[in-house]
Antibody, heavy 125, light 109 residues
Framework: QVQLVESGGGVVQPGRSLRLSCAAS????????MHWVRQAPGKGLEWVAVISYDGSNKYNADSVKGRFTISRDNSKNTLYLQMNSLRAEDTAVYYCAREESGHENYYHYYYMDVWGKGTTVTVSS | QSALTQPRSVSGSPGQSVTISCTGTSSDVGGYNSVSWFQQHPGKAPKLMIY???KRPSGVPDRFSGSKSGNTASLTISGLQAEDEADYYCCSYAGSFWVFGGGTKLTVL
């Protein structure tokens, strides 16, 4: 079945780096745009980054610009999030999500339809 | 990239209806039909409930419906059931970026 499994979370000191992975299965990974979304403890969802199906287009939230890099390896069906210069406020559960799309007569629409269970990142000294 | 505005909490009794609003701007909610809603139970991943403003994925009960007027989207849950108690988040495409609402806690009395 369609599945996303995140890994790579853990406890890291401020200023250090961490790389998250998201393994995809059950669908043609190379055909889909993918996202990272995070949720700080007791807080709401925050969009982090998106990457197009072929990796040619990437966008980040302002809160992580210059520090986080999204990438993918379609040969390994895996999405990544390289997180550098980590801060306490980056502490969160990080989810990967698949973007689906469709179209009506005169417009396209997009939405995140499949989510992983998340991996926890704690930034603390 | 400002968060969409949702009420922090709503409540209703079993069988009643509740509506959760989600207010953005012409750059997100008002500018695109890519508004979706997610349900999240404690400790669980978000679950897609509504996409393209008003479409329901397979398996989502028709008690859940969505709409939009201008810069405000709404999620209505009719015939409330105990299992509907959860956090609900709206989400909108905003060009190259995406934005979520702050979340609404639904309590079934």
């Amino acid at each position: 079945q369609v599945q996303l499994v995140e890994s790579g979370g853990g406890v890291v000191q401020p200023g250090r780096s961490l790389r998250l992975s998201c393994a995809a299965s059950g669908f043609t990974f190379s055909s889909y745009t993918m996202h990272w979304v995070r949720q700080a403890p007791g807080k709401g969802l925050e969009w982090v980054a998106v990457i197009s199906y072929d990796g040619s287009n990437k966008y980040n939230a302002d809160s992580v610009k210059g520090r986080f890099t999204i990438s993918r390896d379609n040969s390994k069906n895996t999405l990544y999030l390289q997180m550098n210069s980590l801060r306490a406020e980056d502490t969160a559960v990080y989810y990967c999500a698949r973007e689906e799309s469709g179209h009506e007569n005169y417009y396209h629409y997009y939405y995140m339809d499949v989510w992983g269970k998340g991996t926890t990142v704690t930034v603390s000294s | 990239q400002s968060a969409l505005t949702q009420p922090r909490s709503v409540s209703g009794s079993p069988g009643q209806s509740v509506t959760i609003s989600c207010t953005g701007t012409s750059s997100d909610v008002g500018g695109y039909n890519s508004v979706s809603w997610f349900q999240q139970h404690p400790g669980k991943a978000p679950k897609l409930m509504i996409y393209d403003v008003s479409k329901r994925p397979s398996g989502v009960p028709d008690r859940f419906s969505g709409s939009k007027s201008g810069n405000t989207a709404s999620l209505t849950i009719s015939g409330l059931q105990a299992e509907d108690e959860a956090d609900y988040y709206c989400c909108s495409y905003a060009g190259s970026f995406w934005v979520f609402g702050g979340g609404t806690k639904l309590t079934v009395l």
